[in-house]
Nanobody, 117 residues
Framework: QVQLVESGGGLVQAGGSLRLSCVASGSTSTIDTIAWYRQAPGKQRELVASISRSGARIYADSLKGRFAINRDNAKNTVFLQMDRLKPEDTADYLC???????????WGQGTLVTVSP
């Protein structure tokens, strides 16, 4: 079993920054890729960024240059640095972990990010 706990969300003014953390616990050796998704009210969930155990990163095209994902395997933690935030970045940000075989997928509870104009 794997559990994910997100933190770091909150209220920030447009142009500000936040750093989200996702801490994995349990059978963490089974995890390959950890990703951040977000879901705004009334919208579909979308991929923000992902990072594999080896460090390969994927970003949503619209967020490249403002968001950065990093991983500390020793601490089983993935960070999402979000800079130059915009009101349209307001959403619930969720952490997702998968193994490399397609047999594991776990979601965290999410952390809310609100960007005021």
């Amino acid at each position: 079993q794997v559990q994910l706990v997100e933190s770091g969300g909150g209220l920030v003014q447009a142009g500000g920054s936040l750093r989200l953390s996702c801490v994995a616990s349990g059978s963490t050796s089974t995890i390959d890729t950890i990703a951040w998704y977000r879901q705004a009210p009334g919208k579909q969930r979308e991929l923000v960024a992902s990072i594999s155990r080896s460090g390969a990163r994927i970003y949503a095209d619209s967020l490249k240059g403002r968001f950065a994902i990093n991983r500390d395997n020793a601490k089983n933690t993935v960070f999402l640095q979000m800079d130059r935030l915009k009101p349209e970045d307001t959403a619930d940000y969720l952490c997702n972990a998968q193994d490399s075989f397609g047999t594991l997928e776990v979601w965290g509870q999410g952390t809310l990010v609100t960007v005021s104009p």
